[in-house]
């Protein structure tokens, strides 16, 4: 568990810029810099990834009960998605790239043909506490990156910083996929990574190795 506050000192630790007591100190410059792109940052890194700890469900409302004209639309239905909705994920479970041809995500509109929909999105978790610890890490680095040349000219250069966000949220994604469910990765990948031949970046043995966003790369010549 981890409080905004403690991100925000996680993200100043990493320019040498000191540490607050209170992110909503309006009094403390570092407090002000820090709040201002806090949630900003947060949804950026948050809309990037399946995150197992903001994935919700939702059966969404239809906008208009009668048929859409399909000539008019190109679509029969239009449902409200949720307001703290990031990024959609799969419709009566199947992932939207099954289903592009029969969908559109129209700004908080989602149409379609289906006559129901069930919902899987990543939301907006403004409580932090609910958040991964690697999430909460990797928004830390976010932020260092946006208020770097505004509050120090110590610390962690862009292009180190840069580079540490980039390792940090592979590990955090490669972590986070391995969970059931996190729908990263599919089950047959899965099963893959458990036995003997499996290898990842961080050091198991075997023959497939994470990369960033996509999941596994084959080293075919462990296959031979």
């Known amino acids: 568990m981890q409080t905004k506050t403690e991100i925000a000192n996680q993200a100043l630790a990493l320019l040498s810029a000191g540490r607050i007591t209170n992110l909503d ?4 410059e570092l407090s002000r810099s820090v709040k201002a792109v806090f949630d900003i940052s947060a949804k950026q890194v948050i809309r990037t990834h399946r995150w197992s700890c903001c994935t919700r469900r939702a059966t969404l409302s239809r906008l208009s ?7 008019t639309y190109g679509y029969t239905y239009k449902y409200q998605l949720p307001s703290d909705n990031l990024r959609f ?5 199947e992932p939207w790239k099954n289903k592009a041809k029969n969908l559109s995500v129209e700004g908080k509109e989602l149409h379609t043909n289906e006559s129901v929909a069930y919902i899987r999105y990543i939301a907006w978790v403004s409580n932090t506490e609910e958040w991964d610890v690697l999430l909460g890490e990797a928004v830390a680095i976010k932020i260092a990156i946006r208020i770097a040349r505004r509050v120090t000219k110590d610390g962690m250069s862009g292009e180190q910083l840069l580079s540490l966000y980039e390792k940090v949220v592979a590990k955090a994604q490669f972590v986070d996929a391995m969970e059931v469910g996190s729908g990263e990765n599919s089950p047959l990948e899965r099963i893959l990574e458990s036995s003997p031949l499996v290898v990842s970046s961080q050091g198991y043995a075997g023959a497939f190795r994470p990369v960033n966003r996509i999941g596994l ?3 075919y010549s462990l296959l031979r």
Do not use: I, Q, Y
């Open 25 to 28: 100190d309006t009094e403390n």
């Open 65 to 71: 009960e009668s048929p859409l004209k399909t000539s």
């Open 89 to 93: 994920l799969d419709l009566n479970g």
């Open 217 to 219: 790369e084959v080293d």
